[in-house]
């Protein structure tokens, strides 16, 4: 599993204004209320001030991770852009699998901005925003059109 402490702190830790003030001094969880006593959770930030409990830091850890390792197999894989192979199959099911257990939103996809049923063939997409990575989702065979439902031409 990759290190993913500067990616959880760029991109899964709620912006801080977002966070009460007690998330952003460290005294509760940054995820969840959790009141943390000094010495106790993990610090996220350089200066220790943002921390999360334990638990939340494991869950959101893990959805992160799983993210990052089907990303790192469908750049390298020959087989994943015609569509995915087995493995990037499974590797997607088990970021699917961790992101609904760390709460996270139901999947968008960031080309056409339309839901993601469960079920639909997707890949995943790192990009570059304003001031932090973007883990996102794309149709993996192109997206649909608003007006037939079958994909675009241009796909994405």
Not at 12 to 18: G, H, I, R
Not at 52 to 72: G, K, S
Not at 107 to 136: H, T
Not at 140 to 155: H, L, S, V, Y
């Amino acid at each position: 599993m990759p290190d993913v402490t500067r990616g959880l702190l760029l991109a899964v830790v709620p912006a801080l204004s977002a966070l009460c003030l007690e998330q952003r001094s460290g005294a509760v969880c940054v995820w969840c209320p959790r009141v943390l006593p000094s010495g106790e959770g993990v610090g996220l930030s350089p200066d220790g001030r943002l921390r999360a409990c334990t638990p939340c830091h494991t869950i959101q850890a893990r959805a992160l991770a799983t993210y990052l390792d089907w990303y790192d197999h469908t750049v390298t894989c020959l087989y994943c852009p015609f569509g995915p192979c087995e493995r990037g199959q499974a590797l997607a099911a088990q970021h699917v699998a961790a992101r609904e257990h760390a709460g996270k939103p139901e999947l968008s996809c960031v080309g056409c901005r339309s839901s993601i049923a469960c079920g639909e063939v997707i890949r995943p997409y790192l990009g570059q925003g304003l001031n932090r990575p973007v883990y996102g989702y794309l149709h993996a065979r192109g997206c649909p059109t608003p007006t037939t439902g079958r994909p675009a031409p241009w796909g994405l």
